[in-house]
């Protein structure tokens, strides 16, 4: 029996990332684009295409927080729960990473920051290709893609990949908090 054309998909997604491509995908909120958090030119390329400065940092998109785990400072019991916590709307965590994470990632912090999505393509995909940075579709000072026909609108022919999908039921990106419970966004 043929793959679901939900595998097919996925797998175009997959040797996307895995050839260096940026690709766009459906996340919690809002269209995503992403690459392998490891490739320096597909970050180039996301921050080329958004017109985004090197100096903001992106945000890594993952499953669990094992993950990313060896390339974050120790982190307390009471951290770990309190990231572990199931919420009712995506969250993203700024937290302590060590100095090897490189700058086109980390900007020019010494934080990075981390997303455990619940989106089940996402997940599918990372559990694939391993954590991903994410970022809004959309180039800056414009609004976040809520349809692929919006990421094309925005990127035209300028991406390896668009995952088709639904997005998981929220109308805006994820809120961005730090440990000590400050809201960044």
Not at 20 to 29: D, F, H, L, R, S
Not at 31 to 50: H, V
Not at 108 to 123: L, N
Request: proline fraction near 8%; charge should be neutral.
């Amino acid at each position: 029996m043929p793959d679901s054309p939900e595998n097919f998909h996925l797998q175009q997604a997959v040797i996307s990332l895995n050839a260096g491509g940026v690709i766009a995908y459906p996340t919690e909120g809002v269209w995503g684009l992403g690459c392998l958090w490891t490739d320096e030119s597909a970050i180039k390329e996301i921050l080329r295409l958004k017109q985004r400065p090197l100096e903001k940092g992106m945000i890594i998109l993952c499953s669990q927080l094992s993950d990313i785990e060896a390339h974050l400072l120790p982190l307390s019991d009471e951290h770990i729960q309190q990231i572990e916590q199931d919420r009712p709307h995506p969250v993203t965590w700024i937290l302590p990473c060590k100095l090897s994470v490189p700058i086109s990632v980390r900007g020019q912090h010494k934080s990075i920051a981390v997303r455990f999505s619940r989106h089940p393509q996402v997940q599918a995909l990372c559990a694939k290709v391993g954590p991903i940075i994410s970022t809004s579709a959309n180039p800056s000072g414009h609004p976040a893609a809520m349809s692929a026909l919006e990421v094309r609108h925005y990127f035209q022919d300028q991406l390896s990949y668009i995952l088709p999908g639904a997005l998981g039921g929220f109308s805006k990106p994820s809120e961005i908090r730090t440990l000590d419970g400050h809201k960044v966004r």
